[in-house]
């Protein structure tokens, strides 16, 4: 009796080992036309919340079939995986054994086989739905069509402008008379953020101020201005024409007033001396105008 119990323990147990998994595959159409959608379906029993190794989402089908949606449903004794797809190509086209591993046992499905018609024969006429129709452009339409070829030509106008712009710019800054304009007008300032006047110091004022214009005329105007006594100064630039006259009244009144400062303590009113200092500033500024003049009227 206890041998009989033993056999049918033992027949109980190979029947478990022999319990495994059953693969289930179906495909449902072994005749499409190109491009049409195909479902090709696996379902596994018995999985016992065992893990399914199988290919990735979107890459067990070969290469040339055309995945729509991959998607696979996992429950604690079932494996399913739903797969569909379309072929583009005509021909015939064979789906190979798929191969599944559970707990380090390989199971495979059974091939299909594919056929994959073309509905559209050769020399067949085409149709179109509706006949083409023109549609009329606006502004806006062109403009979205050739804004860029706009945007391009006149970047590239502004470009030639500024170039042009700074060449000439750059050739006006090297020609001596606005060297010595832009150096006499920076000297001028310098002079005026001394505070001199504020300071009731017209003494200094008016020697820093005639320093400047003597240099001045001894640069711009090329004559001895710096090394001349005031008088015989003023009779040149009366006798000399290189400056108008003008000019020549301001720079004197200048002079006369700075010697009275300098060496008489003889000095102007407040208003004069900041006067004096506006009319040698506009001097300066004028005076590359003036030798312009002068250059275009010995050219003619």
Do not use: C
């Not at 300066?284 to 275009?296: F, G, I, T």
């Amino acid at each position: 009796m206890k041998l009989f119990r033993i056999y049918i323990l033992f027949i109980f147990s190979f029947a478990a080992s022999l319990r495994g998994q059953t693969l289930y595959s179906s495909l449902d159409k072994n005749i499409v036309e190109v491009g049409e959608p195909n479902v090709y379906r696996i379902k596994i029993d018995g999985v016992n919340a065992k893990d399914v190794a199988a290919a990735p989402k979107n890459e067990l089908l070969p290469f040339h079939f055309e995945v729509i949606k991959d998607s696979i449903i996992r429950s604690q004794d079932l494996y399913e995986r739903t797969v569909e797809f379309s072929i583009f190509q005509e021909g015939d086209f064979r789906i190979p054994p798929l191969d599944f591993v559970i707990d380090g046992r390989k199971i495979s499905t059974i091939p299909y086989e594919i056929k994959v018609t073309n509905p559209a024969q050769a020399g067949d006429p085409i149709i179109d739905i509706m006949n083409n129709k023109e549609l009329p452009l606006g502004i806006r339409d062109y403009w979205e069509m050739y804004k860029w070829y706009v945007l391009a030509t006149l970047t590239a106008v502004a470009l030639a402008v500024a170039i042009w712009q700074i060449l000439r710019y750059g050739k006006k800054m090297r020609r001596p008379e606005v060297r010595a304009t832009n150096s006499t007008l920076r000297q001028l300032e310098d002079l005026r953020k001394k505070n001199y006047l504020q300071a009731g110091d017209f003494r200094s004022f008016y020697v820093g101020l005639i320093e400047i214009t003597r240099h001045f005329l001894s640069t711009q105007y090329h004559f001895p201005a710096e090394v001349l006594l005031t008088e015989d100064l003023i009779e040149y630039l009366q006798k000399n024409s290189t400056i108008s006259e003008e000019n020549e009244k301001a720079v004197s009144g200048v002079l006369l007033r700075g010697d009275n400062a300098k060496f008489a303590k003889i000095f102007p009113e407040p208003q004069q001396a900041v006067q004096d200092f506006e009319n040698i500033k506009a001097f300066v500024k004028r005076s590359s105008k003036d030798l312009e003049l002068q250059n275009l009227r010995q050219d003619v």
